[in-house]
């Protein structure tokens, strides 16, 4: 048993390492990418001193609210988007079918390509969250910021589900961009990440609810930056614990199916 | 090379054991080597209406290889798919000692390597050596295995030179020896080589036959798929595809 889980664990950890090593092959990827994040905190630095809304509600606030809504992005983008992607790119290079012969196994493979974006992408928002710092002056609640890693450990497990099932739909569909696109849209509209959710009618506030980005970010802002929550942090917490614990399993169950599925179907490895 | 699959496969006390899987295997041969081989049995598939397989039907014995011929498109890569157990078959089983490519995956995998056809399935980026180590974890090897797993792939496919270069600055024919060390890399019990000679030069045919010759040693076996047979000794039947079965090639 305790050699299953060491040869799978050192077979997750090589497909880390691949990550690792294909990054490093781009050289100048981390800061590309750490750049187009500037320009997007830069961005909103300027937009913030538009914002006047009055109130409790100073320039200062709303950037500090959207520097956070940013680097949620980052995540959600990193276990949403880059995963099915990377499905593609593998699917496309002929790699994805050694997952598939191999006894690691197509599954324990996808999800193991999950992992290197999402701790390449916490460099990428710690990279951001000094440079709000030192340039705009974005002041960090130092005592509750340790709390921002649980917090963005159980948020990673309360994303990934839906990153799992959007790769369960690509095996079957062969196609990652049309559906990510939407769901980084609609995520935007409805999970507070630029504006609060009560600003949006009625009708749709319901939403915010319904998925786990919403009670993520404002946790992250309460304790990053000590805005205060809409809700109370233990229920946002509970939030997180429930989408993690009833949509990974689902999740994990749809892959193995559309894995199945592709397999009668014969076009598992199509693309 | 070594035989790597029997540290992973048999434990004194796995309860879970096949029975083909039993102990008492002679030094340097392949656990289950004293297995049924590979048993293909009334497998039929259809792509649309048409059955590109219909009820076909082989048996490979251990310490054997079988060439697989016909003309392009008749359905030597679906059958080396479903054997590979990347597709289900509509109707009929494929058993490897045994063993279930859907219901025993994980063993049935380990047992097995697969050569598919074209040059694809390397990483560009990375280097031969990355990409042998890479494949040894995901074949479940421990670390000590998995460094003389990749020692002896390179050693028997004459990498070493080109170990320590990128994937995507190789020659075609360099290519088809990473992905042959690849096939090869576990000491699998059946190898599954899809147009294997394509791009190779006689140098490079001359490694395969010797590792096909050292894995019939150890109980191994192999299909070769192409469109005519090679000549190699290693190759013992023939059989040649034509709608959807198979009939031996004399």
Wanted: some cysteine.
């Amino acid at each position: 048993m305790s050699e299953t889980v060491s040869t799978h664990s050192a077979a997750a950890l090589a497909v880390v390492r691949r990550d690792f090593l294909l990054m490093l092959s781009y050289r100048f990827r981390f800061v590309t990418q750490a750049l187009s994040a500037f320009f997007g905190l830069t961005l909103f630095y300027y937009i913030s001193r538009l914002v006047d809304v009055g109130g409790s509600i100073s320039t200062d606030d709303y950037y500090a609210f959207a520097v956070t809504g940013l680097m949620t992005l980052q995540v959600i983008t990193a276990t949403l988007v880059t995963p099915s992607l990377t499905l593609r790119q593998e699917l496309v290079a002929g790699t994805f079918e050694r997952f598939a012969v191999s006894p690691f196994g197509a599954a324990a493979g996808i999800i193991s390509m999950m992992l290197f974006p999402f701790v390449y992408t916490l460099a990428i928002v710690v990279t951001m969250l000094a440079f709000a710092g030192i340039v705009f002056g974005l002041a960090l609640q130092w005592s509750t910021a340790a709390l921002s890693i649980p917090i963005g450990g159980l948020a990673a497990l309360a994303f990934a589900p839906f990153g799992i099932l959007i790769i369960a739909g690509v095996l079957l569909a062969k196609q990652a961009s049309v559906g990510t696109n939407w769901v980084i849209a609609g995520v935007s509209q409805i999970g507070g990440l630029y504006f609060p959710v009560t600003l949006l009618p009625g009708w749709i506030q319901w939403a915010s609810e319904v998925q786990p980005f919403t009670p993520a970010v404002d946790l992250m802002r309460h304790v990053l930056l000590g805005l205060p929550m809409p809700e109370p942090a233990w229920l946002a917490v509970l939030k997180l614990v429930f989408f993690a614990a009833i949509l990974l399993p689902v999740s994990v169950w749809a892959l193995n199916r559309s894995i199945k599925i592709s397999t009668r179907r014969g076009t598992m490895i199509e693309y | 090379m070594t035989n790597y699959a029997s540290s992973l496969e048999f434990r004194p006390g796995d309860s879970n054991r096949h029975p083909s899987d039993m102990p008492a295997v002679p030094p340097g041969s392949i656990p289950g080597g004293t297995g049924s081989g590979l048993r293909v049995r009334n497998v039929t598939k259809r792509w649309d209406e048409h059955a590109v397989l219909d009820d076909l039907a082989l048996e490979i014995p251990p310490g054997t290889s079988a060439w697989v011929g016909g003309r392009n498109g008749v359905g030597k890569t679906t059958l080396l798919r479903i054997v590979a157990g990347l597709i289900a078959a509509d109707h009929g089983e494929v058993s490897l000692d045994g063993l279930s490519p859907q219901r025993d995956r994980r063993r049935y995998q380990r047992r097995l390597g697969f050569l598919s056809a074209g040059d694809r399935g390397l990483y560009a980026r990375l280097t031969v050596r990355h990409n042998l180590q890479l494949w040894a974890r995901l074949a479940l090897l421990s670390t000590s295995e998995c460094e003389t797993a990749v020692a002896d792939s390179i050693e028997a496919f004459g990498l070493s030179e080109l170990a320590d270069g990128r994937a995507d600055r190789l020659s075609l024919g360099q290519r088809q020896r990473v992905r042959l060390a690849l096939a090869f890399l576990h000491s699998p019990r059946l190898v599954l080589l899809d147009e294997p000679a394509n791009s190779l030069d006689d140098h490079g045919l001359s490694l395969i036959a010797a590792t096909v010759t050292e894995l019939h040693r150890r109980g191994g076996m192999t299909i070769w798929c192409s469109p005519n047979r090679p000549e190699l000794e290693q190759i013992g039947r023939g059989y040649v595809l034509n709608e959807g079965r198979l009939s031996e090639d004399r």
